[in-house]
């Protein structure tokens, strides 16, 4: 079906390899509460960022064909391993159909007055070498230091919702290779869990960059613009995932969207 038959009312897709997308999906909940959400996470596949690019070209693929044929008018790739290894596939094969968001070009574009950008993510996003080559198209014309890390732990255990003093230990075991920088990019989804207690590490002295708030503000813009946003409020959100959900992931859902919510694995998938 081509863009112009979308309505108003169809869903917007989301997906991830697991939790990291949820913060896109509480952010759209909070500016777009008419919103129906259909949201997939790939946690059979998870972690991408450990996979070939074959196999989460194949993949994501797959997902967003999914959403596609449950009528969405939108799809958000909200995860950085699948848009650095996929995006170009994806668009050229639904941008006529769908609009297509995800959570790496609204932020590149907002790194224009940083000077030294650290950026952590999967091994598989540094090494599609994605962010390197969009900083080098935009600013070009800047001095714009880059330093990436990759930081291969850190999903999993977000994933799993293992104990929090953990999880804050290896992340700074991570942050002390990222000091004197001015930026800090999180790219990877599932580290937006903790945002909160990055910023403690840093003393506010390095500006994390926002990303959910960035991401959602340009989604929101542009469904205004194709006259695709959702004025009623509609159906009650569905969770997919591609193997049983981890009761940390249904916590978390449920924080977010309260209990109408409908969780349903996808076993053919
Ligand atoms: N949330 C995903 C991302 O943004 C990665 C997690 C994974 O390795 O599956 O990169």
Redesign the pocket.
């Given at each position: 079906m081509n863009l112009k038959y979308r309505k108003m009312t169809s869903p917007i897709g989301i997906f991830?390899?697991?939790i990291?997308g949820l913060l896109i999906a509480k952010e759209i909940k909070i500016h777009m509460p008419n919103e129906y959400i259909i949201y997939f996470g790939d946690n059979a596949n998870?972690?991408?960022?450990?996979k070939s690019k074959e196999f989460i070209k194949k993949c994501s693929m797959k997902i967003a064909y999914f959403l596609y044929k449950k009528n969405c008018k939108a799809i958000v790739i909200a995860?950085?391993?699948m848009v650095t290894n996929s995006l170009d596939i994806i668009q050229k094969e639904f941008c006529k159909k769908i609009l297509i968001f995800n959570v790496v070009e609204p932020v590149i574009k907002t790194l224009v007055s940083s000077k030294k950008v650290g950026l952590m993510?999967?091994p598989a996003?540094i090494r599609s070498n994605f962010f390197k080559k969009e900083i080098e198209k935009y600013f070009h014309h800047l001095n714009l230091d880059l330093i990436q890390i990759e930081t291969p732990l850190l999903?999993p255990i977000i994933e799993n919702g293992l104990d929090k003093k953990k999880i804050n230990s290896v992340i700074e075991s991570y942050l002390k290779h990222l000091q004197s920088i001015d930026t800090l990019l999180l790219a990877?989804?599932?580290y937006l869990f903790f945002k909160h207690e990055i910023d403690s590490f840093y003393h506010g002295k390095v500006r994390v960059i926002d990303v959910q708030k960035i991401v959602v503000q340009y989604i929101q813009k542009k469904l205004h613009e194709n006259n695709l946003l959702s004025i009623h409020s509609t159906k009650n959100p569905i969770f997919y995932t591609s193997s049983s959900a981890s009761s940390f992931f249904q916590k978390q859902v449920k924080l977010i969207f309260g209990k109408e919510v409908f969780f349903k694995q996808n076993t053919r998938f």
């Open positions: 991830d390899s697991g990291g998870m972690p991408y960022g450990e995860c950085n391993t993510a999967t996003t999903a990877c989804t599932h």
